[in-house]
């Protein structure tokens, strides 16, 4: 059975910082693409960031140079280091494993709130 199991969501104030992990198991971690996703009531959810394979990233263009995905395959867990975070990125975070294109995994959901 696949189980994906974020956590590390919480409450903050603009400006801090959180790291959110994802950590995965029924699956083979090294063969999965792992994403975040994040979604605002009523909004669609959106991708913020994914790691491949090999390691290569991507970021979406509201959270460069502020966000951080990474990923321990020993650890078969997936990280979001979260800095300098804003407003704006209050929403649930998902976790996802993608093995293109036959399945795609996901979690339940942390919420991050940031407001002052």
């Known amino acids: 059975q696949v189980q994906l199991v974020e956590s590390g969501g919480g409450s903050v104030q603009p400006g801090e910082s959180l790291r959110l992990s994802c950590a995965a198991s029924?699956?083979?971690?090294?063969?999965?693409?792992m994403r975040w996703y994040r979604q605002d009531p009523g909004k669609q959810r959106d991708l913020v960031a994914s790691?491949?394979?090999?390691?290569?990233?991507y970021y979406a263009d509201s959270v460069k140079g502020r966000f951080t995905i990474s990923r321990d395959n020993a650890k078969n867990t997936v990280y979001l280091q979260m800095n300098s975070l804003k407003s704006e990125d209050t929403a649930v975070y998902f976790c996802?494993?993608?093995?293109?294109?036959?399945?795609?995994?996901w979690g339940q959901g942390t919420q991050v709130t940031v407001s002052s």
């Open positions: 996802a494993a993608d093995n293109l294109p036959r399945a795609k995994y």
């Open positions: 029924g699956i083979i971690f090294s063969n999965y693409i």
């Open positions: 790691i491949t394979w090999t390691g290569s990233t």
